[in-house]
């Protein structure tokens, strides 16, 4: 089985301008969730989808934003980069055992830096 | 408020040698633990994860971790390391969410573990 796979491994963008970045999980999988990484905060929930719809959100400003497609596939997009933007962007994907036995799988992640 | 403790920032230790990292959590539900291990510049591998039942959990490349509620921790151990177990380790928490999902983790600030020949 393919692990899941994120897109593109790494980026540089300028501040002001918007990224998307993509995730595609494992097969099966349903539920894909976001996580930022940075040396100061370390690892932060950003967002969890789950059949096309937003399940759960963390606290980050609205310009951080994702969609999950009818295949599971999942873009996350950031407009009007800024400077602290830059991180390790991580996604997972999930499934459920039952009776709340669930694990999730992370991909390499992609490392957006903003210029 | 959920919160995951992982007091050591740096480990080192010989080759050979027993290893122990500790995990405290404060979580308001029963909570779900993982650990997780991540090489420079990759994403994150589960080491191991506790759900319920028996509160010794094996993982994989000869991990353990026990889940002590009293003391809301989860150390992990392994009584041998290798060379090859240099990296960073990351506890975390969670609980299921709604429906069918995992839900939000929280993660510790992570363990650096250095590994002397």
């Known amino acids: 089985k393919a692990g899941v796979t994120q897109t593109p491994r790494y980026l540089i963008k300028t501040r002001g301008q918007q990224v998307t970045l993509s995730c595609s999980p494992i097969?099966?999988?349903?539920?894909v969730s976001w996580y930022q990484q940075t040396p100061g905060q370390g690892l932060q929930f950003l967002f969890e989808?789950?059949?096309?719809?937003?399940?759960n959100k963390g606290n980050f400003p609205g310009r951080f934003s994702g969609r999950q497609f009818s295949n599971s596939r999942s873009e996350m997009n950031v407009s009007t980069l800024e400077l602290g933007d830059s991180a390790l962007y991580l996604c997972?994907?999930?499934?459920?055992?039952?009776?709340?036995?669930?694990?999730?799988?992370f991909g390499q992640g992609t490392r957006l830096t903003v210029v | 408020a959920q919160s995951v403790t992982q007091p050591d920032i740096h480990i080192t230790v010989s080759e050979g040698a027993s290893l122990e990292l500790r995990c405290n959590y404060s979580?308001?539900?029963?909570?779900?633990l993982f650990w997780y291990v991540q090489s420079p510049g990759q994403g994150l591998q589960l080491l191991l994860k506790?759900?319920?039942?028996?509160?010794l959990v094996q993982g994989i490349k000869g991990f353990e971790a026990e889940f002590k509620r009293s003391q809301s921790s989860f150390n992990l151990r392994k009584p041998s390391v290798h060379w090859s177990d240099a990296a960073e380790y990351f506890c975390?928490?969670?609980?299921?969410?709604?429906?069918?999902?995992?839900?939000?983790?929280?993660f510790g600030r992570g363990t650096q573990l250095t590994v002397w020949p």
């Open positions: 979580y308001g539900a029963t909570p779900y």
């Open positions: 506790y759900f319920s039942g028996d509160t």
């Open positions: 975390a928490v969670g609980a299921a969410g709604r429906g069918s999902t995992l839900g939000r983790l929280y």
């Open positions: 997972a994907s999930s499934y459920t055992q039952g009776a709340g036995n669930t694990e999730a799988f």
């Open positions: 989808y789950f059949s096309e719809t937003q399940r």
């Open positions: 097969s099966g999988h349903r539920s």
